[in-house]
């Protein structure tokens, strides 16, 4: 039992998971882009912010994969994209929440993240979009009966967990 359990984390090396970590964020990003340029769907401002913590995510785990490490960089890597995975769970956790508003509660469309970051500082703006609007409450693509914030939140759960598994592998292999 001891011989195989060694075996399978052994197959299991960093450069595995984070290769695994930024192909699944690059898949999800390129199926969010064909959502966006071929079949119009037009993503909300959470929708962007939610791309932007895979996009974080598959940065931390492209760099981790090449680098290679076993050691404090490894753990470094994992824990910032336990991070990204845990920031983007919130956030699509919030859209989730959003879209389960009654219709009389849900907030007004507002203006898009262009018209945001040009008109006001940073603060303001990710103040703005994390409040939501009545765009990000619309639901047009659901897939075994979840939206795409909620395959989102679904997503972003895993890679924080893998993210943590991995981080612990790391302390506890180097300790």
């Given at each position: 039992?001891?011989?195989?359990?060694?075996?399978?984390?052994?197959?299991?090396?960093?450069?595995?998971i984070?290769?695994i970590?930024?192909?699944?964020c690059?898949?999800?990003?390129?199926y969010?882009?064909?959502?966006q340029?071929?079949?119009?769907?037009?993503p909300?401002?959470?929708?962007?912010?939610?791309r932007?913590c895979f996009a974080?995510?598959?940065?931390?785990?492209?760099i981790?994969?090449?680098?290679?490490?076993?050691?404090?960089?490894?753990r470094v890597?994992?824990?910032?994209?336990?991070?990204?995975?845990l920031?983007?769970?919130a956030?699509?956790?919030?859209?989730?929440?959003i879209q389960?508003?009654?219709?009389?509660?849900?907030?007004?469309?507002?203006?898009?993240?262009?018209?945001?970051m040009?008109?006001?500082p940073?603060q303001?703006?990710?103040?703005?979009v994390l409040k939501?609007?009545?765009?990000?409450?619309?639901?047009?693509?659901v897939f075994?009966?979840?939206?795409i914030p909620?395959?989102?939140l679904?997503?972003?759960v895993?890679?924080?967990?893998v993210?943590?598994v991995?981080a612990a592998?790391?302390?506890?292999a180097?300790?």
């Amino acid at each position: 039992m001891t011989n195989a359990r060694t075996a399978i984390m052994t197959m299991l090396s960093p450069r595995l998971i984070f290769s695994i970590m930024f192909l699944g964020c690059a898949s999800l990003l390129g199926y969010g882009y064909y959502l966006q340029y071929v079949e119009g769907l037009e993503p909300c401002n959470l929708c962007i912010f939610e791309r932007v913590c895979f996009a974080a995510i598959a940065l931390f785990s492209l760099i981790g994969l090449i680098h290679g490490s076993t050691g404090v960089a490894s753990r470094v890597y994992f824990v910032l994209t336990a991070i990204g995975a845990l920031v983007g769970a919130a956030i699509a956790g919030r859209h989730v929440w959003i879209q389960h508003l009654p219709a009389d509660q849900v907030p007004e469309c507002g203006p898009g993240l262009d018209f945001l970051m040009m008109a006001f500082p940073l603060q303001d703006v990710i103040q703005t979009v994390l409040k939501g609007s009545g765009d990000c409450a619309e639901v047009s693509w659901v897939f075994l009966g979840l939206s795409i914030p909620a395959w989102a939140l679904v997503c972003f759960v895993g890679l924080a967990l893998v993210s943590l598994v991995g981080a612990a592998r790391a302390f506890r292999a180097h300790d």
